[in-house]
Nanobody, 125 residues
Framework: QVQLVESGGGLVQAGGSLRLSCEAS????????MSWFRQAPGKERDAVAVIPWSVGETYYADSVKGRFTISRDNAKNMVYLHMSSLKPEDTAVYYC??????????????????WGQGTQVTVSP
């Protein structure tokens, strides 16, 4: 059983930056494709960035390409999401997610094995 704990959310002005962190325990991350999902009020929970467990391309949603960067440090069991040029429409609860031997393309909620509890990101105009 893998436990995921996010941190780093908060309130930031438009144009600013934040770095989210996800710490895993109870297992090793090196067999998990890791994702960051987000969910705004009244909207679906969708993947915004996905990094593969092995070789393969990292995936970014079109809405965040060029602004968000996902990275991982398997030795530390950590996953990060660096967010820059933030916009009010990036406001959401951000969730860290783990999918055993997952692929980056087509990542969806139904493919996730473990979720974090979420961290709120609020971007003011």
């Amino acid at each position: 059983q893998v436990q995921l704990v996010e941190s780093g959310g908060g309130l930031v002005q438009a144009g600013g930056s934040l770095r989210l962190s996800c710490e895993a325990s109870g297992g090793t991350l090196n067999i998990y494709t890791m994702s960051w999902f987000r969910q705004a009020p009244g909207k679906e929970r969708d993947a915004v960035a996905v990094i593969p467990w092995s070789v393969g391309e990292t995936y970014y949603a079109d809405s965040v390409k060029g602004r968000f960067t996902i990275s991982r440090d398997n030795a530390k069991n950590m996953v990060y999401l660096h967010m820059s040029s933030l916009k009010p429409e990036d406001t959401a609860v951000y969730y860290c997610a783990a999918t055993r031997f997952g692929t980056t393309q087509g990542m969806g909620r139904n493919l996730v094995h473990y979720w974090g509890q979420g961290t709120q990101v609020t971007v003011s105009p």
